[in-house]
């Protein structure tokens, strides 16, 4: 399953682990070990660069928090769990958006409760393209 790609979906997740080692001091990230264990109904904070049309620029940089739904071989599906400021509300891109990431892209982490597993249960608006 490919990651998502800025050129043909309009955003990507940003590398979490290049953040970290570029300031370690100042960019926490939650032990690997807990970013490669997460199970459906954690949520994890994801960083997201978006395309935009603004006078600000062409790209947006949102940090926000996806619920996981399912464990991939190439890490995590989810689906997102915030409703980007940077975008006008679309069917493309919007809360309740399937997506898969890695645990490279995990930057913080809220454990699950019986609300967010019931929650990671439910069809997502848009499934990722498989």
């Known amino acids: 399953m490919r990651e998502p790609d800025f050129e043909i979906d309009g955003w990507c997740l940003e590398d979490g682990e290049a953040y970290h080692a570029e300031a370690p001091d100042t960019f926490w990230l939650p032990e690997r070990q807990r970013r490669e264990s997460l199970q459906p109904g954690d949520i994890a904070k994801l960083i997201f660069r978006i395309s935009v049309d603004n006078a600000d620029g062409n790209v947006a940089v949102e940090r926000m928090w996806v619920l996981v739904r399912e464990r991939t071989s190439g890490g995590y599906l989810g689906i997102l769990d915030n409703e980007p400021d940077a975008i006008a509300e679309n069917d ?30 439910e069809e997502p608006l848009r499934r990722w393209p498989r």
């Open 92 to 121: 493309e891109f919007w809360l309740g958006t399937e997506l898969p990431f890695s645990a490279k892209h995990v930057i913080n982490v809220q454990e699950r409760d019986d609300a967010t597993v019931a929650l990671a249960q």
